[in-house]
């Protein structure tokens, strides 16, 4: 048999139950599931190595004149919290049901 009427059976799974072939194609899957690092098919931790992500409670912002809006305002907040300078690059709102604010997740990067 040529090498490529074994890939087509192996692609069709054309092999009866209960041979050999069929046990290992078993066997290849069962590694394939259990082997695999499952952090290659996390999208949540598919960040940028410098891109880092945390939280910051309404509390915790340094209100203060100086800033104009809130990018700013986070981006001040965000790198005292880590001494050092960081831009933010996007944010999100938290809010409870009563649409009351409890803080914001920040996503950055450091500079």
Not at 63 to 86: C, E, F, G, I, P
Request: glycine content about 4%.
């Amino acid at each position: 048999m040529s090498f490529f009427g074994v890939v087509k059976k192996v692609i069709l799974w054309s092999y009866e139950r209960g041979s050999w072939q069929y046990d290992i194609l078993c066997v290849l899957i069962l590694a394939f599931i259990f082997l695999t690092p499952g952090r290659l098919f996390d999208e949540r931790l598919r960040v940028d190595d410098a891109q880092q992500r945390t939280y910051v409670r309404s509390a915790d912002l340094a209100m203060s004149n100086v800033y104009t809006n809130l990018h700013d305002l986070l981006t001040a907040t965000v790198s005292q919290k880590y001494q050092r300078k960081v831009a933010v690059k996007r944010f999100e709102i938290d809010s409870d049901l009563d649409g009351n604010i409890r803080g914001y997740r920040v996503w950055f990067d450091r500079e």
